[in-house]
């Protein structure tokens, strides 16, 4: 019997977390600057996940973390902040330094308003073939992929290692788009003998 698995696994966490008042109000009383690269506005504040919110994400970081990859180790969300997109704004591919996971809860997502995330193969990380070739392919699918669209609403909520990169189209909608983005840490005890390290972070949440 024929068999293939694919190998080392990039693992996504996709669900729908309801949105609720208090959301929208986190995001739209908050103040912004413009992003440095005249693509969006980034809240000022970049510690924007209050306990409250903290509160109705933690589940399912927690399942994604201890029961899905099965990792021992605490979590604890070091930032957070809200991109806010208005008509003509973009998400320009990028990925996420000094982090391990990263987090995207999005706020509202009107028609039309760059309501697809595209998540890209790092160029450094080769999967089936080396990042220096791109064979054509009759077909993509999971094992043969170099990008993979989600489709975005309100409430989706997805978390993927840090260093995969992603981009959002440009928003024809005269309507705000809110995503709040958050980076995760790991902390605690981490191999054994020569190789031991010790991490320590604040707001720490620990496996059951």
């Known amino acids: ?10 693992p996504l966490y ?16 908050t103040q912004y600057n413009r992003s ?17 919110l903290e509160d109705k ?20 969300i070091i930032n957070s902040w809200c991109n806010k997109h208005t ?15 990263t987090g995207i809860y999005y706020i509202q997502v009107p028609p039309q308003s760059g309501n697809i995330l595209s998540l890209h193969q790092s160029p450094f ?8 070739i791109i064979p054509t392919v009759n077909q993509s699918n999971i094992y043969n992929s170099k990008s993979i669209d989600i489709h975005l609403e309100e409430g989706t909520l997805l978390l993927f290692p840090s260093h995969i990169e992603h981009s959002a189209p440009q928003s024809q909608s005269d ?14 005890e981490f191999g054994d003998s020569t190789n031991k390290l010790s991490i320590s972070c604040h707001n720490t949440h620990m496996a059951d």
């Open 14 to 29: 996709q669900t729908i977390v309801p949105v609720d008042q208090h959301d929208i109000d986190l995001v739209t009383n």
């Open 87 to 101: 008509k003509g704004d973009y998400l320009p591919s990028h990925s996420h330094a000094n982090s391990i996971f």
């Open 125 to 132: 990380i080769p999967s089936f073939v080396p990042g220096t």
């Open 175 to 188: 309507q705000v788009r809110y995503a709040i983005s958050f980076n995760i840490f790991l902390h605690g």
């Open 36 to 52: 440095e690269g005249n693509n969006g506005y980034i809240s000022i504040n970049q510690q924007l996940i209050n306990k409250t």
């Open 1 to 10: 019997m024929e068999l293939i698995v694919p190998l080392f696994s990039s």
């Open 57 to 76: 994400l933690d589940p399912h970081i927690s399942n994604y973390i201890h029961n899905q990859l099965q990792i021992q180790q605490s979590f604890t």
